[in-house]
Structures are given as structure tokens and as C-alpha cells.
């Protein structure tokens, strides 16, 4: 079993930026990839970054290229989630994922709203 726990989130006026952290503990949580997803209220939960167990590889949603960058730090099991440039269409709960061959633990959500 894998433990996430996210933080970080909160309230940000559009054009700011925050940071996210993903604190992973339990069964090779450092040999895992990792991910973060999002829900708006009324969306479904939608893939918005991930990053290999190595750390060498990321991935983004086209809506967040070049604005968000994922990274990872294996020392303190440990992924974090930059957000610059946010809009109010950021506004969801933000889900930290990890898993071998799919996406098997989450953890419990934090929020971010964006005000215009």
C-alpha cells in the first residue's frame, strides 16, 4: 500500500501561482510514477500531469503546458506540482496519483480556487 497526502492548495487571484505537494509514504513509494489530476465541480476528475519513478519523463494536459511543471524528489518520497499563470478555470479539488502500471492510489484532494 501506498499513503498520499496533498497540500498546498488554497486562494489565488488569476495570473498567480501555487504549489503543491504530494507526500508519499509505504510500499516502494519511490519506485512508483506519479501523477496529478483534478475535478471541477460538475467535471469529471481529468488528468493534468505525471512523471515517471525516475523523474526523467513528464507528461501535461494541453491545458496546462507551459504553465504547470511536475517534479519529484525520490530522497523524501515526495512530488510536488508548480502552478504558474493559474485562471479561474483551474479552480478544481487536486488529486495526487501514484501507481506501477496504472494509476492505483490517491490521495484525498486539495482544493484550489482561482478568483478573476
Known amino acids: 500500500q501506498v499513503q498520499l497526502v496533498e497540500s498546498g492548495g488554497g486562494l489565488v487571484q488569476a495570473g498567480g501561482s501555487l504549489r503543491l505537494a504530494c507526500a508519499a509514504s509505504?510500499?516502494?513509494?519511490?519506485?512508483?510514477?506519479m501523477g496529478w489530476f483534478r475535478q471541477a465541480p460538475g467535471k469529471e476528475r481529468e488528468f493534468v500531469a505525471g512523471?515517471?519513478?525516475?523523474?526523467?519523463?513528464?507528461n501535461y494536459a494541453d491545458s496546462v503546458k507551459g504553465r504547470f511543471t511536475i517534479s519529484r524528489d525520490n530522497a523524501k518520497n515526495a512530488a510536488y506540482l508548480q502552478m504558474n499563470r493559474l485562471k479561474p478555470e483551474d479552480t478544481a479539488v487536486y488529486y495526487c496519483?501514484?501507481?506501477?502500471?496504472?494509476?492505483?492510489?490517491w490521495g484525498q484532494g486539495t482544493q484550489v480556487t482561482v478568483s478573476s
Open positions: 496519483a501514484a501507481g506501477y502500471n496504472a494509476y492505483d492510489y
Open positions: 509505504g510500499r516502494a513509494s519511490s519506485t512508483i510514477a
Open positions: 512523471i515517471t519513478s525516475s523523474g526523467n519523463i513528464a
